[in-house]
């Protein structure tokens, strides 16, 4: 008899157990050590307890034998599939990859967008099916598409900021201020928006220098500041003198002024039209001497490196029609070793004689009949000969 300690400390005498007969069925399926011990286990209650006889129409009891054994049976990569009933009726879940003591994972909740989390992306999840990407490819393409579309968001304002830096860029240049005006300008403004008596004072004196420069410029009186006649001697005798009146006088004194600006701003247009013909003329000239040097100087490309840096300096020194001359004097003076030729290739060695076969005929020629007899070196001069004929 065995005694058999269940799990309440009872201690139970079992009958002794053939074990001298093989009931293993051949057909049986191998069952790995853990099917082996459940089995056992199940045989020693089955034999230590009565199970009354079952209802008709209860549904039979599994032992965790019979589902260890047919888990055994049927493994397989799906978890799911063949997997056998559990105790109470409901489908068993086997997944032979997962180790003891994982935890099943749960159901990953559904993002919340009030909370800030990323919402499902239709576009990336078609993009991922049309690629089949899986597992890490998968995750970094997520990654990826995620980065791109948020940086995208970022650029746009960025975007607009260089628009209207461009805008402001393109204002400023259609004043053709110079950098002076346009500080003194902006800090005219910065002063009379100050609100300090001191600063709004300066500004005050800025403004009727402007003003002061302005009418003098465009023949306009300003009372105790400017005075067109004053600055036209005969205008302002002809009106001590009762001539001509003061009003007359201004707006000839002013016609003047604007005749002498146009010809001002035609003259520099003029010279402006000069020099950028001369600019591109001399531009042209030193294209065309580089390409002459280049046919003619084998060692045109190293003096060219030398000669590179300087080019800078002659352009803003030497006016445009003097660039060619200045860049010519200088390459010439410029040394550099001489390519070194390449050597002529070698004749072709002519092959020996002995890879010349001849060709058997039949008959004896009368280079076989000249060469029986003689030596290496007879044989090799009459083979030069006869390849020199």
Do not use: C
Not at 114 to 126: C, I, N, S, V
Not at 251 to 270: H, K, P, Y
Not at 278 to 294: C, I, N, T, W, Y
């Amino acid at each position: 008899m065995d005694e058999i300690e269940t799990t309440d400390g009872a201690v139970i005498e079992t009958g002794a157990t053939d074990t001298g007969t093989d009931t293993t069925s051949a057909s049986d399926a191998p069952v790995d050590s853990d099917a082996a011990a459940l089995a056992a286990f199940d045989a020693g209650v089955a034999e230590l307890t009565t199970a009354p006889a079952s209802d008709e129409g209860s549904a039979p009891v599994t032992t965790a034998a019979d589902v260890a054994a047919a888990a055994a049976a049927a493994k397989t990569d799906d978890a799911t599939a063949h997997a056998p009933p559990a105790a109470g009726g409901a489908p068993l879940a086997v997944d032979h990859a997962k180790k003891d003591g994982d935890a099943a994972k749960p159901a990953e909740p559904a993002k919340d967008p009030a909370k800030g989390e990323a919402q499902p992306d239709p576009e990336t999840d078609a993009a991922v099916t049309e690629l089949g990407l899986k597992g890490k490819a998968e995750t970094r393409f997520r990654e990826m598409a995620s980065t791109i579309k948020t940086q995208a968001q970022e650029l746009e304002p960025l975007r607009a900021a260089a628009e209207r830096g461009e805008q402001w860029e393109k204002m400023v240049l259609e004043t053709r201020a110079t950098p002076e005006q346009f500080g003194q300008s902006l800090g005219y403004l910065a002063y009379i928006n100050s609100g300090d008596p001191g600063k709004m004072g300066q500004a005050f004196d800025f403004l009727l220098g402007e003003l002061q420069a302005l009418g003098k410029n465009i023949g306009r009186e300003v009372p105790g500041l400017v005075d067109p006649v004053a600055d036209h001697q005969d205008l302002a005798q002809a009106v001590q003198f009762g001539e001509m009146t003061r009003a007359a006088a201004l707006e000839l004194a002013q016609r003047r002024v604007a005749e002498q600006r146009m010809r001002e701003t035609q003259s520099a247009t003029e010279q402006k039209s000069r020099q950028q013909a001369e600019h591109d003329k001399g531009m042209q000239d030193v294209a065309a001497l580089s390409e002459r040097l280049k046919a003619t100087d084998p060692a045109f490309g190293e003096k060219l490196k030398v000669l590179a840096p300087v080019l800078d300096s002659i352009r803003q020194s030497v006016p445009p029609s003097q660039w060619v001359a200045k860049i010519e004097d200088v390459y010439q003076r410029i040394q550099v070793a001489a390519p070194v030729a390449a050597a002529p290739p070698a004749p072709a060695a002519r092959p020996p004689v002995g890879s010349m076969p001849l060709r058997a005929t039949g008959t004896t020629t009368p280079m076989q009949r000249t060469l029986k007899g003689a030596n290496e070196m007879d044989a090799f001069e009459m083979g030069l000969q006869s390849i020199g004929r």
